[in-house]
């Protein structure tokens, strides 16, 4: 074990660019915002140093309003698709004068992040100092959520883009590409020129991805026409749950650092979207949450990794958390299956190569066995952390993997980008 993690240091050390990491080399030659987050608790274990830089770069492109992009485009390079010539985030009256970047945004992991690198630091004092130094941004950028994405004042923020969510090419998304009828756009995609076609979301994908953000663009990334105009607008459980977990993250370093001034606001936010998650995004047939329609007022019932996601937030009772697990375990935990597939593989829609339609992707394994361990579901928690651990060590750090246990014989069952940041920076927290 002690080769895999110093191994997978190394894809950390590599990755590390001039304040910043990237996810991986090519594929993504920018910061991203959750990869950020995640990557920080890596390095956490063995150079507190980068992971305090990585937050500190990632929270310096937040812009006036509060709002952190989704990706920070730090470098020229035409080896991605879109950049920021095309995002435009400019547009917006509030945007960061110092960087470029998208005008979207990513789970915010970014205040339970600070909580993990305060757990693992070991020089705590040193580490809380550090928190100090940046908590109030991540406070702000809460405030923005809430505040700006929350029209009907529920206590759940919507998505306008299937970017925002990470989970990019979920089937999910499916049903919203139904409701839309973009033109077919003319460009290059880069991402089919690093890794194969079949890994990637289609090209009739991307003219939906490219419409809603040039609709965004026409109103100058303007939250309330977006609100009242994007295509896409959802109402998210791995999205709400990070938000979530961060919020009551926050709620527990202010108690650390002494200052009571803003944990009020906090728990009140806390509590009203604890209840809004549970009443509105439980699905009880299923046995699990879902996702929400927003635009087209629906929900959209579909089992997903995200479906579980919440655990890891405390946001389920001891009862549901217990069903859930059940109804992991029954679809996508059978023998022949890595657990977690990151959509329901007995659904026609699974395909277990593509992206967000299957594979098995590190950071929800990691959220997973963390809410599994919280809930008391030890054995579980382990059969997670040991199937992550196996897929790593025998096709290496990629960024997705086949949930078919019958393809990982000969080492060929890892896709998308190789040497991918948050597949070590989390190994490296699992066997910690
Ligand atoms: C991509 O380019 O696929 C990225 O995941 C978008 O965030």
Redesign the pocket.
């Known amino acids: 074990m002690k080769a895999l993690k110093d191994r997978a240091q190394t894809v950390l050390i590599n990755n590390f660019k001039d304040g910043f990491s990237i996810p991986c080399a090519k594929l993504?030659p920018f910061q991203?915002f959750w990869d950020s987050g995640l990557i920080a608790i890596g390095f956490a274990h063995f150079e507190m140093e980068k992971a305090e830089l990585e937050i500190k770069t990632l929270l310096d492109a937040q812009w006036g309003n509060g709002f952190i992009p989704?990706?920070i485009f730090h470098t020229d390079t035409d080896t991605y698709f879109p950049g920021a010539d095309f995002h435009r985030s400019d547009l917006h009256p509030e945007s960061s004068k110092k960087y470029k970047s998208t005008g979207m945004t990513q789970p915010p992991v970014t205040g339970f992040v600070l909580e993990e690198m305060y757990r693992i630091s070991k020089d705590k004092p040193a580490t809380l100092k550090f928190i100090k130094t940046v908590i109030d941004k991540v406070y702000d950028n809460h405030n923005y959520f809430f505040t700006q994405r929350d029209p009907q004042k529920e206590g759940l923020v919507y998505i306008y883009h299937n970017?925002e969510s990470g989970t990019?090419n979920s089937p999910i998304w499916d049903d919203i590409w139904d409701t839309m009828n973009p033109p077919e756009y003319n460009f290059e995609r880069r991402?089919t020129t690093h890794v194969d076609a079949a890994q990637r979301p289609s090209k009739r994908e991307y003219d939906h991805y490219l419409h809603i953000i040039e609709i965004a663009k026409e109103h100058n990334y303007s939250d309330e026409k977006i609100a009242e105009l994007s295509p896409f607008l959802v109402q998210d459980p791995l999205f709400n749950a990070m938000l979530i977990k961060s919020n009551q993250s926050l709620i527990n370093l202010y108690e650390l650092l002494g200052d009571h001034t803003k944990i009020e606001q906090l728990q009140q936010w806390q509590n009203k979207s604890i209840k809004a998650f549970n009443e509105k995004l439980y699905d009880e047939e299923l046995g699990a949450y879902i996702h929400y329609d927003l635009r087209n007022e629906k929900p959209l019932r579909y089992l997903s990794s995200s479906s579980f996601a919440p655990l890891c937030a405390s946001i389920p009772s001891e009862a549901r958390a217990k069903k859930m697990v059940e109804v992991m375990m029954e679809k996508f935990g059978g023998e022949e299956q890595y657990l977690c597939a990151s959509f329901d593989p007995t659904s026609e829609r699974f395909n277990p190569k593509k992206y967000w339609r299957g594979p098995v992707w590190i950071n929800l394994n990691w959220m997973l066995f963390k809410g599994l361990k919280q809930y008391g579901f030890t054995e579980i928690a382990e059969r997670v952390k040991q199937d992550s651990v196996d897929m790593i060590d025998k096709n290496g750090f990629y960024e997705y993997f086949d949930s078919r246990k019958e393809m990982h014989k000969d080492g060929t069952a890892g896709y998308g980008g190789n040497d991918f940041s948050w597949t070590a920076a989390l190994l490296i927290d699992m066997l910690n």
Do not use: A, F, P
């Open positions: 993504y991203w989704h990706i970017w990019d991402d």
